[in-house]
């Protein structure tokens, strides 16, 4: 069956298409995406203003119109903290049905941070034994950690690379002292949670970075995956804490220009390299495994597994009481 994936994110609007079945992986059929960076378009009392909305609406209507010439049998279609968080969140959901017939599932950070854990654990295998997860959004940052195929601890906080650029790196480029705050207050951030909630959790064999902003970082750090013999990329701390300076000293217009960083991610890669050095050296953790699958992957791999041989209809549910 042809399957898609509507995702609104803090970034982008991206629509997947894959070919997928019961016991197979899911093959890639099309991609594309509309870039929005919504951070850029709250208000100060947080609702995402007329020309956001617009935009997104427009987005999810290419996207909409394009999976109807495609001809998939399904669209699912997925939205995270930007609109989870807006203060006119449900505002916006209404008039995206009202305008493009789609109708959008809301998750929540720990949904993300589950159906992500997922598409990894499907991705590197049982083999990987206890992993430790880190995904930056736009909007938020997921860590999870378990042995199986969902977590068996999760958090979200709202550390993303959008939101943290916009909190406290909105001069471009950014002072030290801005940096320095950033910091300190990632650093508080995870320190609590590690302590509060992952304390008991045994060390992990593999930690592992999902999302653009992690893999953009990644390429910049360390190089891209072997295409021959298909090891992961990774993204070593050491790397990471040397770039960093550089970055900090570059205006985002140029960042987008090197390996690896788009032109969407060249203004909030610095906050992205802060906040994830910064979690790395809360958990000591020296290297991420990059995996390429994570929740548009997890939301498909979670469909077919609903299905049956009958052609039963899938859960829907994404909540954790449906996993």
Not at 52 to 76: F, H, K, N, Q, S
Not at 85 to 105: D, F, K, M, P, S
């Amino acid at each position: 069956m042809r399957l898609g994936v509507i995702d609104v994110g803090s970034n982008t609007v991206h629509l997947l298409v894959v070919d997928a079945h019961p016991g197979a992986s899911p093959v890639p059929f099309h991609s594309q995406r509309s870039v929005l960076r919504l951070m850029r378009y709250l208000d100060d009392d947080g609702a995402i203003v007329e020309e956001g909305v617009a935009r997104i609406v427009e987005a999810i209507r290419e996207c909409a119109e394009t999976a109807r010439e495609i001809g998939v049998d399904d669209l699912i279609s997925t939205a995270t903290s930007a609109i989870r968080e807006a203060a006119n969140g449900e505002a916006v959901l209404e008039r995206v049905t009202r305008e493009t017939g789609i109708v959008l599932q809301v998750l929540s950070g720990e949904d993300e941070a589950r159906i992500t854990m997922l598409a990894v654990r499907r991705w590197l295998g049982w083999s990987a034994g206890e992993i430790l997860l880190f995904d930056i959004g736009g909007g938020s940052f997921e860590i999870a950690q378990g042995a199986d195929e969902y977590p068996d601890v999760q958090v979200s906080l709202p550390l993303g690379a959008g939101r943290s650029t916009i909190n406290y790196l909105a001069e471009d480029p950014p002072s030290r002292e801005a940096v320095s705050r950033l910091r300190a207050h990632a650093r508080a951030e995870f320190s609590r949670v590690r302590s509060e909630l992952f304390a008991d959790r045994p060390r992990p064999k593999r930690v592992v970075g999902t999302s653009k902003t992690i893999r953009s970082l990644a390429r910049l750090v360390g190089g891209p995956s072997d295409p021959v013999t298909g090891d992961l990329a990774q993204l070593h701390y050491v790397g990471l804490r040397e770039w960093e300076p550089s970055l900090r000293e570059m205006p985002g217009a140029v960042r987008e220009y090197l390996p690896g960083i788009t032109p969407e991610r060249g203004y909030q890669i610095m906050a992205g390299a802060v906040v994830l050095r910064t979690a790395m050296k809360v958990f000591e953790v020296d290297t991420l495994t990059i995996s390429p699958w994570a929740l548009r992957e997890g939301i498909v791999l979670r469909y077919i597994d609903a299905l049956d041989g009958r052609g039963a209809e899938p859960v829907r549910d994404f909540s954790a009481a449906g996993a």
